[in-house]
């Protein structure tokens, strides 16, 4: 089973970006739908951006316009670049298979505060 290793996160101001990165520990060529979740403190954990494996994209409606969510088969990676940043968006953030398998990673954190 692939397992993933995300990485990217950190303290960002309010207005700011990251990108995101997933690597995952085998081939995701023939993954059809990989995802972004994340995880706020006290929520439960929530889809926030798709990517089929002909690149069509789907995203939460919280994060739609400011997000892209892409992927690299050839580099078995998986990116969220996450731009004009909110306090809202601080959550730990968490690649997988969609629908979710039980195979999540460790996460990444990302914060947003002045």
């Known amino acids: 089973q692939v397992q993933f290793v995300e990485s990217g996160g950190g303290l960002v101001q309010p207005g700011g970006s990251l990108r995101l990165s997933c690597a995952a520990s085998?081939?995701?060529?023939?993954?059809?739908?990989l995802a972004w979740y994340r995880q706020a403190p006290g929520k439960q954990r929530e889809l926030v951006a798709q990517?089929?494996?002909?690149?069509?994209?789907n995203y939460a409606d919280s994060v739609k316009g400011r997000s892209t969510i892409s992927r690299d088969n050839a580099k078995n990676t998986l990116y969220l670049q996450m731009n004009s940043l909110k306090p809202d968006d601080t959550a730990v953030y968490y690649c997988?298979?969609?629908?979710?398998?039980?195979?999540w990673g460790q996460g990444t954190q990302v914060t947003v505060s002045s």
């Open positions: 997988n298979k969609f629908p979710r398998t039980q195979a």
């Open positions: 085998g081939t995701i060529f023939n993954i059809y739908v």
């Open positions: 990517i089929v494996n002909d690149g069509s994209t």
